[in-house]
């Protein structure tokens, strides 16, 4: 099990930027693969952008490409998300997932571990 859980998420209008933490439990952090997913309402789960062990590797989404970035700090069992120039087809809750795999993952089947989820709306 690795635990997983999310801050940062909040209200920001629409321009704006937050911050997404994730926090890992557990001893083999850093030999995993991470992502983070966002959920619409009524829309399916999309993997929005994802990181692989070493943080050599990453993966975004067409539609944040330029505006988020991910990272991890193994040192720290810590993910991030920054994401800037928010808009309101960012609001989402957003979900950060483990792989048990050094490689990244692009569907949400291929991830092992989810955290709860944080809530981001952006008011246009």
């Known amino acids: 099990q690795v635990p997983l859980v999310e801050s940062g998420g909040g209200l920001v209008q629409a321009g704006g930027s937050l911050r997404l933490s994730c926090a890992a439990s557990g001893q083999t952090f850093s030999s995993h693969a991470m992502g983070w997913f966002r959920q619409a309402p009524g829309k399916e789960r999309e993997l929005v952008a994802a990181?692989?062990?070493?943080?050599?590797?990453?993966y975004y989404a067409d539609s944040v490409k330029g505006r988020f970035t991910i990272s991890r700090d193994n040192a720290k069992n810590m993910m991030y998300l920054q994401m800037n120039s928010l808009k309101s087809e960012d609001t989402a809750v957003y979900s950060c997932?483990?792989?048990?795999?050094?490689?990244?993952?692009?569907?949400?089947?291929?991830?092992?571990?989810w955290g709860q989820g944080t809530q981001v709306t952006v008011s246009s």
């Open positions: 997932a483990c792989r048990r795999y050094l490689r990244i993952g692009y569907t949400p089947a291929e991830y092992d571990y």
């Open positions: 990181i692989n062990w070493s943080g050599t590797s990453t």
